[in-house]
T-cell receptor
């Protein structure tokens, strides 16, 4: 089944403890992206990648890092999480910058205390 | 990218057609209209997209006005499982691929 898989689905962590949210897609898509969703602010893009080793900032990149060493994987790294990064995170992939639509993962609900 | 305007909420009776409007009066010639939906807190789901012709797939139909300033998503026979937030998004082919989500329309399908 074609899908985007995020792990973990739920995570509670403490301020400052580095964490990684993994994202993997099995559709050989070139384009991948991370969004966060917050009440009243909607979904906002954090980072995106147009291909292997090509990444760029979205609208809210502060406090996040990403890497794209292989086409299928696009992990989101929080080096020193803070409470304002408590959010619902989604990874998405597309074969052509979303022109034919994106496939989204099921989400990761992160709480930083 | 053009901004879109959608009603905040709508109700629809189960089994009836749900017609969700979207205004995008500043859309430019190379921008497509996309519809996604989000059921509860699940990942958004792509529904359909179009440039200027009407489009239909197994999920829905998309009607775009001739001047392209507005569109309507039609769910022909709404079910309770269609209750969701529906997002109308305009994106150009030269875009970096970023989806700009507004507040969307919360569709409540009632028995």
């Amino acid at each position: 089944e074609a899908q985007v898989t995020q792990n973990p689905r739920y995570l509670i962590t403490v301020t400052g403890k580095k964490l990684t949210v993994t994202c993997s897609q099995n559709m050989n898509h070139e384009y991948m992206s991370w969004y966060r969703q917050d009440p009243g602010l909607g979904l906002r893009q954090i980072y995106y990648s147009m291909n292997v080793e090509v990444t760029d900032k979205g609208d809210v990149p502060e406090g996040y890092k990403v890497s794209r060493k292989e086409k299928r994987n696009f992990p989101l790294i929080l080096e020193s999480p803070s409470p304002n990064q408590t959010s619902l995170y989604f990874c998405a992939s597309s074969p052509n910058r979303g022109l034919l639509g994106y496939t989204f993962g099921s989400g990761t609900r992160l709480t930083v205390v | 990218d053009a901004k879109t305007t959608q009603p905040t909420s709508m109700d629809c009776a189960e089994g009836r057609a749900a017609n969700l409007p979207c205004n995008h009066s500043t859309i430019s010639g190379n921008e497509y209209v996309y519809w996604y939906r989000q059921i509860h807190s699940q990942g958004p789901q792509y529904i359909i997209h179009g440039l200027k012709n009407n489009e239909t797939n197994e999920m829905a139909s998309l009607i775009i006005t001739e001047d392209r300033k507005s569109s309507t998503l039609i769910l022909p026979h709404a079910t309770l499982r269609d209750t969701a937030v529906y997002y109308c998004i305009v994106m150009g082919s030269s875009n970096t691929g970023k989806l700009i989500f507004g507040q969307g329309t919360t569709l409540q399908v009632k028995p």
